[in-house]
T-cell receptor
Framework: DVKVTQSSRYLVKRTGEKVFLECVQD?????MFWYRQDPGLGLRLIYF???????EKGDIPEGYSVSREKKERFSLILESASTNQTSMYLC??????????????FGPGTRLTVT | KNEVEQSPQNLTAQEGEFITINCSYS?????LHWLQQHPGGGIVSLFM???GKKKHGRLIATINIQEKHSSLHITASHPRDSAVYIC??????????FGEGTQLTVNP
């Protein structure tokens, strides 16, 4: 079974703190994604990565950065946390093949509260 | 207007009822995904389809490419089917664009 794990289920941080959210997958997937989920807005893509050391901006990258130093690990960084970044953060991974689409496997999510 | 829209937003049914959730999209997609999210946040993939129809147990997903429309059906619904159901269109590079989700509650 594919497993995607996230470092914390619940996290409380103060405004201005630097926050690291870690995601690890154990299936050698090339693609990794970070989403945030908010009521009424659904899931929105923050950043994604197709390979080690590679990153692409999603739909809402402002206030976030990412790091992918190893294939299995994709980190989301909030450089200076703000209250509007209070949200559920979900990581996912998938493996692409030319002409074939593969499902995304999601981690359990991290509920981040910024006070 | 969202690129992927679902209806209804909320749905309450009695156990045993046949349920349909609809999804319309306005962007070009390579596949349409249906996902399920239970309380607590975990999301699992139910279906991924680019044409026709797929069935898994009591769940059926269909897609009409010309009309840019997909439906998720649940036959003989059960309280354990209560969850949020999310459709998502896959665009370039495996990116997903999500609908807002449909909260399904099945009462015993």
């Amino acid at each position: 079974d594919v497993k995607v794990t996230q470092s914390s289920r619940y996290l409380v941080k103060r405004t201005g703190e630097k926050v690291f959210l870690e995601c690890v997958q154990d299936m050698d997937h090339e693609n990794m994604f970070w989403y945030r989920q908010d009521p009424g807005l659904g899931l929105r893509l923050i950043y994604f990565s197709y390979d080690v050391k590679m990153k692409e901006k999603g739909d809402i990258p402002e206030g976030y950065s990412v790091s992918r130093e190893k294939k299995e690990r994709f980190s989301l960084i909030l450089e200076s946390a703000s209250t509007n970044q209070t949200s559920m953060y979900l990581c996912a991974s998938s493996t692409p093949r030319t002409g074939v689409t593969y499902e995304q496997y999601f981690g359990p999510g991290t509920r981040l509260t910024v006070t | 207007k969202n690129e992927v829209e679902q209806s209804p937003q909320n749905l309450t049914a009695q156990e045993g009822e046949f349920i349909t959730i609809n999804c319309s999209y306005s962007v070009g997609i390579s596949a349409l995904h249906w996902l399920q999210q239970h309380p607590g946040g975990g999301i699992v993939s139910l279906f991924m389809l680019s044409s026709g129809k797929k069935k898994h147990g009591r769940l059926i997903a269909t897609i009409n490419i010309q009309e840019k429309h997909s439906s998720l059906h649940i036959t003989a619904s059960h309280p354990r089917d209560s969850a949020v159901y999310i459709c998502a269109g896959e665009t370039s590079g495996s990116r997903l664009t999500f609908g807002e989700g449909t909260q399904l509650t099945v009462n015993p």
